[in-house]
């Protein structure tokens, strides 16, 4: 008979790779950290002795939790909105580190926020089956019951799902060296108001978008002329605006008395910015935990 200190210890041995699974499901991690949560609360339920592997156990309870919050988002998403339809979205929640070699290291194991952005279009099963299968290795007979289809069903949504990933993530720069160096430019662009080198930096067709919270109309901006427009328009904020590792690449937060109050983060492709993300909901950035000392 398992105790209940042997089987704590053996679910907190499973606990990083099912917090990785869930945030891969679900972009958010107070999210992920629900659904793991729920994942315990339901083994505690089971005959674990019944178990014979534990991990993928996990995994496929884990995964069908996400499956439910993803259908219940998606229900959330086609209900009217109060404001008659301004149009509204969620950033993925994204990793924030300082912008050291400390931290660098730790990029490699990083899901890129391209990505989850990505993942968000597909249909709830098509990400359970495609992160599962394709991140995880979990095979295709063992998803089947999750999304109530054959294991052949399943195979082709994971296939569809990778064919929308690849169509829509062409290969972004990930010379950490370049990302830096824009990074900076931009916010010695933004400081200066010097529209002409904001300009440089931009892609003619790059879209800037703005995730201001639930209820709140997105802020979408595409061309590099409004885009940079915006950006010296918010240059007063640039003094208070540092680098820093988000996601998996370079990005930047702006902490004014070292509170940080947004999030933003760049997609990279030929040298030049294609895409401007940046969250402002203040209460997903305090959920997000970000420490960040005013003295930096």
Known sequence: MTTQAELAARFEAERGRLRSVAYRMLGSLAEAEDAVQEGWLRLQRADAGEVRNLGGWLTTVVGRICLDMLRARTTRREEPLEDGGAETFR???PVVRPADPVHEA??????????????DTLAPAERLAFVLHDMFAVPFEDLAPIVERTPAATRQLASRARRRVQGATAPADTDLARQREVVGAWLSATRAGDFEALLELLDPDVLLRVDQGPGTAALLVRGALDVAGQAALYGRMAPDTFPAFVGDGM????APGGKVATVGWFTFRAGRVVGVDIITDPGRIAALGIDWSADR
């Open 91 to 93: 950033l993925p929640d």
């Open 106 to 119: 730790e990029l490699a194991d990083t899901v890129g926020l391209a990505l989850l952005v990505v993942l």
């Open 251 to 254: 990005g930047m937060v702006t």
